[in-house]
T-cell receptor
Framework: NAGVMQNPRHLVRRRGQEARLRCSPM?????VYWYRQLPEEGLKFMVY????????ESGMPKERFSAEFPKEGPSILRIQQVVRGDSAAYFC????????????????FGPGTRLTVL | AQSVTQLGSHVSVSEGALVLLRCNYS??????LFWYVQYPNQGLQLLLK??????LVKGINGFEAEFKKSETSFHLTKPSAHMSDAAEYFC???????????FGAGTRLTVKP
């Protein structure tokens, strides 16, 4: 059973470009979470999604950032018109369906995408 | 709402010494508590978790943590540090099923030879 997959692992963008980060959850997982880790800081929650639904986006910046988790395919975190302050590691995590036997509220993390904005 | 405070952003110990990483939580409901480890340029790996039952939880790599409700703490310990333990450690809390997970700011552990 493959773990959470994220791609690309490293992404370089110039200011003003768009960044698209992809996350494929573990097989059987229907919940996806995105976190941002700035240099020398901890993980900050951004958004929590289920298939075709945004459950909690309280951690998402109001502008330029969006996320989706379509019925088919990976979850996408999209950053429009990137700025240098967007440079960070972005982690995706997934968890099983609620009330499943293994749902001890654990989240399984991907290796992250390191975004560098020049 | 849940939150976590990790005391000490950097902890340095000698190889073979006790490791103690502190975590205090705040939760309006009985919490689920986690410790994750992050090695350089990698994702987070679960060390251990407390859900219900025994308050002393054993994890991988010889780590353990004790849930103390009266102190709202979930400190991580290891009796004898190894060089390979050098990493960043994150404490996290989650409330009810379906709540998102809240992480502490992290503690960077350095192990000196």
């Amino acid at each position: 059973n493959a773990g959470v997959m994220q791609n690309p692992r490293h992404l370089v963008r110039r200011r003003g470009q768009e960044a698209r980060l992809r996350c494929s959850p573990m097989k059987g997982h229907s919940h996806v979470y995105w976190y941002r880790q700035l240099p020398e800081e901890g993980l900050k929650f951004m958004v929590y999604l289920q298939k075709e639904n945004i459950i909690d986006e309280s951690g998402m910046p109001k502008e330029r950032f969006s996320a989706e988790f379509p019925k088919e395919g990976p979850s996408i975190l999209r950053i429009q018109q990137v700025v240098r302050g967007d440079s960070a590691a972005y982690f995706c995590a997934s968890s099983p369906p609620l009330f499943s036997e293994s749902s001890y509220n654990e989240q399984f993390f991907g290796p992250g995408t390191r975004l560098t904005v020049l | 709402a849940q939150s976590v405070t990790q005391l000490g952003s950097h902890v340095s110990v000698s190889e073979g010494a006790l490791v103690l990483l502190r975590c205090n939580y705040s939760s309006s409901v009985p919490p689920y508590l986690f410790w994750y480890v992050q090695y350089p340029n990698q994702g987070l790996q679960l060390l251990l978790k407390y859900t219900t039952g025994a308050t002393l939880v054993k994890g991988i790599n010889g780590f353990e943590a004790e849930f103390k409700k009266s102190e709202t703490s979930f400190h991580l310990t290891k009796p004898s540090a190894h060089m390979s333990d050098a990493a960043e450690y994150f404490c996290a809390v989650r409330g009810r099923i379906g709540d998102d997970m809240r992480f502490g700011a992290g503690t960077r552990l350095t192990v000196k030879p």
